[in-house]
């Protein structure tokens, strides 16, 4: 039990729809981390987000967007959604910078 | 060349058996996570090293910053061990950017 929630666990949607994917963290952890991990490979790096402010971003277009609010939840929202993007999108939650990852269970999201 | 390897790809061992899992890395790191991720997705992380070695009941992990590389022993594996190993590195940057290895899967067969 890592104490980090992810909602929902499937979710199918059309392409060109938007989603919101939805993380809660562990009370006290102000580090969020979204990672998108596509069948057969290892995750991929979204963006992290630090006392509610994006400081850093992986090699993902715009329309993937996040927020972190103060209570330790935060969201993954994907506008336009394209063929590509289904995938297994995890969330990490850490006490600070440089601190262990704790991981939730994941959104597997399915774009027909 | 990706900048975090893992070997080997694919693993099979009889239970009791001895496992060695590999990760060696390009870019300069701060810390390096040994994942555990299960049929179905969920990860837990096994171990946060800088440096020298860490163990957890059956498993131990070991890092060597200078030659940029990161062992995972599994001693007496169980299948219940089976799973996705995966190594990822946390860079040197002023934010906590992963990358993560393809992953190491692991079968224990009894």
């Known amino acids: 039990e890592t104490g980090v929630t992810q909602s929902p666990t499937h979710l199918i949607k059309t392409r060109g729809q938007q989603v919101t994917l939805r993380c809660s963290s562990q009370s006290g952890h102000n580090t969020v981390s979204w990672y998108q991990q596509a069948l057969g490979q290892g995750p991929q790096f979204i963006f992290q987000y630090y006392r509610e402010e994006e400081n850093g971003r992986g090699n993902f277009p715009p329309r993937f967007s996040g927020l972190q609010f103060p209570n330790y939840s935060s969201e993954l929202n994907v506008n336009a959604l394209e063929l590509d993007d289904s995938a297994l999108y995890l969330c990490a939650s850490s006490p600070g910078l440089r601190s262990p990852l704790h991981f939730g269970n994941g959104t597997r999201l399915t774009v027909t | 060349k990706n900048e975090v390897e893992q070997s080997p790809q694919n693993l099979t061992a009889q239970e009791g058996e001895f496992i060695t899992i590999n990760c060696s890395y390009s870019?300069?790191?701060?810390?390096l996570h040994w994942l555990q991720q299960h049929p179905g997705g969920g990860i837990v992380s096994l171990f946060m090293?800088?440096?020298g070695k860490k163990k957890h009941g059956r498993l131990i992990a070991t890092i060597n910053i200078q030659e940029k590389h990161s062992s995972l022993h599994i001693t007496a594996s169980h299948p219940r061990d089976s799973a996705v190993y995966i190594c990822a590195v946390i860079m040197s940057a002023s934010y906590d950017k992963v990358i993560f290895g393809p992953g190491t899967s692991l079968s224990v067969i009894p």
């Open positions: 090293l800088s440096s």
């Open positions: 870019v300069g790191i701060s810390a």
